[in-house]
């Protein structure tokens, strides 16, 4: 069975870092697009940063400029390096990819907590 594990989660101060990683395992074909999606409580998730299979990159306009997303493609990893942290980035951060057939899966997320 495909499973997304998630980690690098952990309670920080604001101004600080976190890295944050993905892998993939289990029997699955080619991964076109990788990336990270948030959700504080009483909001809707959102989507971070994410990566198509060709490099090319999306950030939320509230990271851009801290975050970086990047991947290993031949071990099915993806990576989310998070720098200045601020509270507003407290959040459960979840993993997502989707196949080239268009088959979408999810992590069980890791929690980012950072306080002032």
């Known amino acids: 069975q495909v499973q997304l594990v998630e980690s690098g989660g952990d309670l920080v101060q604001a101004g600080e870092s976190l890295r944050l990683s993905c892998t993939v395992s289990?029997?699955?074909?080619?991964?076109?697009?990788m990336g990270w999606f948030r959700q504080a409580p009483g909001k809707q998730r959102e989507l971070v940063a994410r990566?198509?299979?060709?490099?090319?990159?999306n950030y939320a306009d509230s990271v851009k400029g801290r975050f970086t997303i990047s991947r290993d493609n031949a071990k099915n990893t993806v990576f989310l390096q998070m720098n200045s942290l601020k509270p507003e980035d407290t959040a459960v951060y979840y993993c997502?990819?989707?196949?080239?057939?268009?088959?979408?899966?999810w992590g069980r997320g890791t929690q980012v907590t950072v306080s002032s």
């Open positions: 997502n990819v989707i196949m080239r057939s268009g088959t979408m899966y």
């Open positions: 289990g029997s699955i074909g080619s991964i076109n697009v």
């Open positions: 990566i198509i299979s060709g490099g090319s990159t």
